[in-house]
Each structure stands twice: as structure tokens, then as C-alpha cells.
């Protein structure tokens, strides 16, 4: 499928993004655990590793200017397979560093953390949240930004506040989530096995819709930059 190669395309023109994704990782663990401790810490880590998601995965847009723009326009694909390419690796990536945070998670279980099915539950709501960030950014990229005179200060304003935007929502809603926890714990009334396994409907309905808005937005750039000069 050539939507796989334009895919490998833009991890090979971002490469050097990728040095740095280790170093994000360990400041999301310092800022985890600077927040909070536990479990929650490790939510707050994957919102960290959610907002640098947001904000590398638009990075081959800035990467595909100049020469590298008719290198890869002189490649034989269709539209649809150059924009379905470069959604591919920005939901690739989105989902690389959210399994990053998955594996932490697997070390906090051998260290002795107990981690809760709601964790679990609230992990999935922030991954759909992180890819229809994703989702969204490419989308006005292909629509709205791209060859403007105003793209770098636009660009960077798109590719930083909604995940910036997201992290700080997502921690408020990670400590109401822990208190409504607390609260069953302490015996007022809520079974905590039903309410985990609701939340953890809620993540997978939030995945899947989010999955299907990708989709949808690759459809829609296609059809709407079809007769432009690059896709």
C-alpha cells in the first residue's frame, strides 16, 4: 500500500524529532510525579506524552517544503494516498507514545503500584482525545494553513495550544475522577465495578469515533485538495 510508504516518508524527514521523544518521556515522568503520586502520576505522564504527541506529529508538514516537496510529488500515488500516508504516521505516532505510557504502566505493576480498571479506562479517553487532536490539527493544515502568508505564527499556534490546552483539562479531570473514587471507597453507595466497566465502554466508544473521524478527515482533504499542486 503506498499510503504505508508516504508514511515512512515522513518518519525518515522527521527522524530527529524522534531523539527527543526519550527526553519528553522522562520529563513526563518528573512532571508525574511532581503533580501526584501513584496512578494518578502516571495519567498525568500519558497527558504529557499526549500534548508532545499533538505537537511532533505535525511535523512533516513543515518538513514537506522546497525540494523535498517535488521529491515526493515526482513519487507515483494517488491524492488520497499521500494524505492517508501522512494521517498514518500522525496516528501512528499519537499511538507509539501513548503505548510508551502503557509500558510505564506495566512497570508501575511490578514495582507495587496497584493500578485501577478506571486508569485503564481514563488512558483510552485520552488516547481518542490525542487523536482527534491529531485529526483535527492535519485537518486544518490541509484545509486552512498550508502556503498562507501567516503559516509559521498559524502553524504554531495549531500545533501547540489544543494539546497544551488538553493536558491541563485532562489533569482537573483525572483529580475529580480520583475524588469520585475516593468517595466509593469510603463506602457512599456506589458499587466501583459497574462504574469501572462503564468507563471503560466510554474509552473504547471514545477510540473507536475517534478512529472513525480519522478516517473521515482523510476522505475530505482528499476531495478537497485533489486539484491543488501538492497533497
Partial sequence: MRAIQFMKIDYMMTRKQMYIVPICFLLSLVVGRAISEGEISLLVAFSYMLFVASTFSTAPFGYCVGKNRGFLLMLPATVRERVAGRFLYGLSFVVLLGALC??????????????????????????????????????????????????????????????????????????????????????????????????????????????????????????????????
Fill in 102 to 231: 502503557a509500558i510505564l504502566g506495566g512497570v508501575y505493576v511490578l514495582l507495587g503500584i496497584d493500578i485501577p480498571l478506571w486508569v485503564a479506562a481514563v488512558g483510552l479517553c485520552e488516547l481518542a482525545i490525542g487523536i482527534f487532536i491529531m485529526t483535527a490539527e492535519f485537518f486544518f493544515f490541509y484545509l486552512f494553513g498550508e502556503g498562507k502568508g501567516n503559516w509559521q505564527y498559524l502553524s504554531n499556534i495549531v500545533r501547540v495550544a489544543p494539546g497544551m490546552a488538553m493536558f491541563f483539562v485532562a489533569c482537573n479531570w483525572i483529580e475529580e475522577i480520583d475524588g469520585m473514587q475516593n468517595t466509593v471507597a469510603a463506602g457512599m453507595g456506589i458499587v466501583p465495578e459497574p462504574l469501572n466497566g462503564k468507563l471503560m465502554q466510554i474509552g473504547w466508544a471514545a477510540l473507536a469515533v475517534a478512529l472513525l473521524l480519522t478516517v473521515a478527515a482523510v476522505v475530505i482533504c482528499a476531495k478537497v485538495i485533489e486539484k491543488r499542486d501538492y497533497a
